[in-house]
């Protein structure tokens, strides 16, 4: 028996679009990163399949003309939104600040940028690209769909 079907759906998405970031980016880039685990940004979107996989969860038990799918749906319209843009924009800055302080570092003509305490660097690797999130969206789907058969719900 199941406690609550929807928060299960959601949180599981999450963990496997988290953990399946370390094997494709090791198959798409070549490269061995265990610690994508736990950062933001990346393929797919856990941020995107959190929230579609509670979306799909609750359609699959309350029906799509209920008012926790309409309030469920507009709530991953709005995180899914933030993940390709607001915060995929802040990573782009924050790559080009990375750089622009580089620079000045290199270039030794700023003595405020000298002291190690502003060399540090910012995170980039915020937001996502849209494929991303149609990927971890997608993914959470999926996730709910095939708990839910697994469950006997659907």
């Not at 390709?84 to 622009?100: C, D, P, Q, S, V």
């Amino acid at each position: 028996m199941w406690l609550n079907y929807a928060l299960e759906c959601a949180i599981l998405a999450n963990i496997l679009a988290q953990v399946i970031k370390v094997p494709l980016h090791l198959l798409m880039k070549r490269q061995w990163q265990p610690m994508l685990i736990f950062s933001t940004g990346g393929m797919p979107s856990s941020h995107s399949a959190f929230v579609a996989a509670l979306t799909t969860a609750v359609a699959v038990l309350d029906g799509f003309h209920s008012t926790t799918f309409a309030i469920s749906f507009c709530l991953a319209s709005v995180v899914i939104y933030d993940a390709m843009g607001i915060r995929r924009h802040a990573g782009e800055h924050a790559k080009l600040l990375n750089h622009l302080i580089d620079d000045l570092v290199n270039s030794g003509n700023v003595l405020f940028f000298q002291d190690k305490a502003y060399q540090t660097k910012l995170k980039e690797l915020l937001g996502h690209e849209p494929l991303e999130t149609l990927a971890g969206t997608l993914f959470g789907i999926a996730i709910a769909l095939i708990y839910g058969w697994c469950l006997h719900l659907i």
